[in-house]
């Protein structure tokens, strides 16, 4: 079945904690892209990767990393998390250079509380 | 970035047609409209997308007028289960970066 994980779905942490949550996808797609939904303010995206070792800054990149080392997994990293990134995030990729069929595939999503 | 507009909220009933209209007076050349739709809790879901003119598909019309200024996501006859929010954004199809904007949250009601 296509799909996209994510790993852990919900997670709750400590100010300054490092920790990282995983995306992967099954469907060889080149694109792939991380957004946070916070009330009120829809999806903003942090990073986005056109393929390997490719990886640019979105909406709202500060304090978060990423890395693109294959291409089927796309990690989001908070190096040192702070309160105001408690929020959901969803992870998703997509086909590239196809116009008029591109689509987003987007995974379930990660609820992550800083404490 | 060019940026949309919809209203934030709608209300239907079932079995009625619904057209939600997005505004994105600044869209460029290469820009796809695409819409998606989002149900609680759960990761978006592509619906449609168009460059001009009509585009249909098992779900849903998209009607773009010949100036590209404006869209409207057409879904007939819905159901309770189509109560979401839903979101248009312009998408170039190139990887860039994308802005989903609020969206406009439909209620359909019994």
């Known amino acids: 079945e296509a799909q996209v994980t994510q790993n852990p779905r919900y997670l709750i942490t400590v100010t300054g904690k490092k920790l990282t949550v995983t995306c992967s996808q099954n469907m060889n797609h080149e694109y792939m892209s991380w957004y946070r939904q916070d009330p009120g303010l829809g999806l903003r995206q942090i990073y986005y990767?056109?393929?390997?070792?490719?990886?640019d800054k979105g909406d709202v990149p500060e304090g978060y990393k990423v890395s693109r080392k294959e291409k089927r997994n796309f990690p989001l990293i908070l190096e040192s998390p702070s309160p105001n990134q408690t929020s959901l995030y969803f992870c998703?990729?997509?086909?590239?250079?196809?116009?008029?069929?591109?689509?987003?595939?987007f995974g379930p999503g990660t609820r992550l509380t800083v404490t | 970035l060019a940026k949309t507009t919809q209203p934030i909220s709608m209300d239907s009933y079932e079995g009625q047609e619904v057209n939600i209209t997005c505004s994105h007076n600044?869209?460029?050349?290469?820009?796809?409209i695409t819409w998606y739709q989002q149900f609680p809790s759960q990761g978006p879901r592509f619906i449609i997308q168009?460059?001009?003119t009509k585009v249909t598909n098992e779900v849903a019309s998209l009607f773009i007028p010949a100036d590209r200024k404006s869209s409207t996501l057409s879904l007939p006859r819905v159901s309770l289960s189509d109560t979401a929010v839903y979101y248009c954004l312009l998408d170039n199809n190139a990887g860039n970066m994308l802005t989903f904007g609020g969206g406009t949250r439909l209620m359909v009601k019994p």
């Open positions: 990767s056109m393929n390997v070792e490719v990886t």
């Open positions: 998703a990729s997509s086909l590239l250079g196809q116009p008029s069929s591109y689509e987003q595939y």
């Open positions: 600044n869209i460029a050349t290469n820009d796809y």
């Open positions: 168009g460059y001009k």
